[in-house]
């Protein structure tokens, strides 16, 4: 019997209907001299520092190097003590069942790194010697699974995949246990969370908003012209800027008695303006980030959820680029697309392709994220917009170059030069996918100019002193974040320069999202709009970490290079872990040696089940910080994230006002009160015609 190991339970529903394994087990389904089984993610982890018997935070524990790394099941919190996830306990039996009845193993774990982990810590924590094979597909189309059934690798080809795995993992804890546990002694009380990945990008965050906020503008001026001949007009603005107003006042006054602005030279150049690339999983982020407001977290549920529905390819990629055998399915992949609303009319104008995102040596794991040919048919909103932004990249990254006509004039008053520009599109060529056809930074220029010649005199109707202020970069959005996090830490815009600095990013296109969302729930950071903020205990470990190695964001970059390197072949996983030892140390002895100001700013509100004034609105909870009560109200409720007024009413009311935006099982949106009831429950309350109703759901 083979036996197929899936990551989760909907991908091995998948795999187990091509290989005709369709009889039900408990924890796995059974055919065909098959039998496929799932884990839940990370079933196995390593082990915490009390499994060691190094219990407590002491100083004279540290740095804690454990020499062999001690592999447990995924463990739950049960009052103060973590202990093994019955569920997770009950699928290991399954597969340990089945991996000794079997002759051979194929891996069905997400084609990645962390999926690879994933297997191959459950295989060691079972002791497992079985041979085993990968399956490596892109998509969960039966057309791909069938394919990648057929053309099975040895599992030791993935070895060097592993060992990056494995030595991201154990960084990862060496890291973050020592220096946590450091900081947490050094602040004297409380618990404090570092990492080696979510620490530079607090640092980040927390640089950009102190140098926004503590940037002081400064103001200066310019002229703008309204001129006018043969019925046209144009507002061109003053080369120069002045920093003091009487200066701008004088020239107003010399312009204004001059009456005439002659065209001193006009300059033509053509652009051409490539296609963008397809989208990796970072790309799409950041664009459904600032379409959209999407977190990027939001963003990868909803494509994981389009990639198991065999509706796009795999999206924790981080390669915006295909390889020619894919690239040649392109065409009959969008073709099932010509009655498309929105965009059939370019799928049908899509002739000769553009082959700009077409390269064999930067597809590596992974091709970029494409759509896979099959339609969606209904689908929630959210989802929608996420998978038509794919399809429209398709479209546009396959479409021909833009092409603009750019013009450039400039006009002289009294030897001053005032510069107005414009432009003409010759051909639309991928722009006209989306129909926008210009960037934001672009829109000012996109006018189209009337006829202009050298000499031209222009009568000039009036002149408008325009007072401006210098600007601070803008706060971090995730968008932004996510750009600087690839970037390690550099602010590109040009797109061949990130593509060459991808292999040193901060954390992987797959981590991203979950190391935000890890600054979120430590209370690092808060959203503000669109805008990333830190918090007070965010910013007080910042300024206490900013100067040390743990924040160093370059380092960081550079252990993530290092692990690209093991996972191809190219260093030592051994020789690594050695330097991440040091590291671990001389962060340690850093953070041992300062003292940690800090402050406990949080309101308090009453809690309906102790009485105390203890109850702490978090991110995700409001929970009371007695540990002998723990009563705890969960924020989102039916969909609809619960504001902090909601929560302080049922905390102090024991209701809520009416909350519109819940949504039903059936993904009805409605609306209703809370309240809380005998046991202290929040439970929707309807008032419908004048009569309330309460009830849960």
């Given amino acids: 019997m083979k036996v197929i190991i899936a990551e989760k339970p909907s991908v091995a529903r998948d795999i187990a209907a091509i290989v005709g394994a369709t009889t039900r087990k408990d924890g796995y389904l059974e055919g065909n001299n098959y039998a496929v089984t799932w884990a839940f993610g990370h079933l196995i982890g390593l082990a915490m520092p009390e499994e060691y018997g190094i219990k407590g935070f002491q100083k004279e524990n540290l740095p804690i190097l454990p020499e062999d790394f001690k592999l447990i099941p995924r463990q739950i919190k049960e009052g103060k003590e973590y202990k093994p996830d019955p569920g997770a306990m009950k699928q290991l039996k399954v597969i340990r069942e089945l991996f000794d009845k079997s002759q051979r193993i194929i891996v069905a774990t997400d084609a990645g790194r962390e999926g690879e982990l994933i297997f191959r810590y459950i295989y060691n924590y079972l002791s497992c010697s079985k041979p085993f094979d990968r399956l490596w597909i892109s998509s969960l189309t039966d057309q791909a699974i069938r394919g990648g059934l057929e053309n099975l690798r040895p599992g030791t080809e993935y070895d060097t995949l592993y060992f990056s795995a494995k ?64 019925g046209n007009v144009l507002t061109p603005v003053s080369e120069d800027k002045y920093n003091d107003r009487i200066d701008a006042d004088k020239v107003t006054q010399d312009i204004s008695q001059n009456g005439i602005a002659t065209v001193k030279s006009i300059e033509k150049k053509t652009v051409k303006q490539e296609p963008p690339l397809l989208y990796d999983l970072t790309a799409l982020q950041k664009e459904a980030n600032g379409k959209h407001s999407f977190s990027a977290d939001k963003t990868l549920s909803i494509a994981q959820k389009l990639y198991e529905g065999k509706l796009i390819t795999y999206p924790r990629t981080g390669s915006r680029y295909l390889s020619e055998d894919v690239f040649e399915t392109v065409p009959k992949l969008l073709s099932g697309f010509s009655e498309h609303p929105l965009y059939g009319e370019s799928v049908k104008r899509l002739n000769d392709l553009n082959k700009r995102s077409v390269n064999d040596a930067k597809v590596t794991d992974h091709h970029a994220i494409i759509v896979t040919g099959n339609k969606p048919g209904s689908l929630p909103g959210d989802e929608k917009l996420i998978f038509e932004m794919i399809l429209c990249r398709m479209l546009e990254a396959f479409s021909i170059t833009c092409i603009k006509e750019q013009t450039s004039v400039r006009f002289e008053v009294q030897e001053k030069i005032f510069l107005v520009k414009g432009a003409i599109i010759n051909q639309a060529g991928w722009r006209s996918v989306s129909g926008i056809m210009a960037d934001e930074n672009e829109k000012e220029e996109n006018s189209t100019l009337p006829p202009l010649n ?9 002149t408008d002193t325009l007072e401006k202020q210098t600007k601070p970069r803008p706060l971090h959005t995730e968008a932004s974040l996510l750009s600087v996090m690839e970037t390690c830490g550099k602010e590109l815009t040009d797109e061949a320069e990130r593509e060459a600095l991808k292999e040193s990013g901060i954390g992987t296109p797959a981590t991203r999202a979950a190391i935000i969302e890890t600054l979120f729930s430590r209370e690092y950071i808060v959203r503000d709009k669109k805008s990333l903020i830190p918090t007070n205990k965010g910013l007080v470990v910042y300024l206490a970490v900013k100067d040390k190695k743990i924040a160093d964001v370059a380092m960081t970059g550079s252990w993530e290079n290092a692990l690209n390197k093991i996972a191809i072949g190219g260093m030592n996983a051994a020789d690594f872990h050695k330097g991440i030892e040091v590291y671990a140390g001389q962060i340690t002895s850093e953070l041992l040696t300062m003292h940690l100001e800090h402050k406990d700013d949080k309101a308090g509100y009453p809690c309906p089940k102790c009485g105390k004034e203890s109850v702490i609105l978090y991110p995700k909870v409001a929970k009371c ?3 002998d009560c723990g009563y705890v109200i969960f924020r989102n409720k039916s969909g609809k994230d619960l504001s902090d007024k909601n929560l302080i009413d049922l905390l102090t009311k024991g209701k809520t006002s009416l909350i519109k935006g819940f949504r039903s099982k059936a993904e009805k949106i409605f609306e209703a009160y809370l309240r809380l009831d005998d046991t202290l429950k929040p439970v929707f309350e309807f008032d419908n015609t004048g009569k309330k109703k309460s009830g849960k759901r």
Wanted: glycine residues 6%; charged residues 25%.
């Fill in 167 to 230: 030595a991201r993992s154990q960084a990862d804890w060496l890291v973050g246990i020592n220096a946590s546990q450091a900081l947490s002694i050094s602040a004297g009380s409380g618990v404090w969370s570092l990492g080696r990945v979510q620490t530079p990008t607090l640092a980040m965050v927390c640089s950009r908003y102190l140098e926004n906020k503590d940037f002081v503008p400064k103001k200066y001026w310019q002229h703008k012209l309204s001129l006018s001949k043969d």
């Fill in 454 to 462: 050298e000499g031209d005199r222009w009568n000039i109707d009036s």
């Fill in 625 to 627: 910080k007695n540990e």
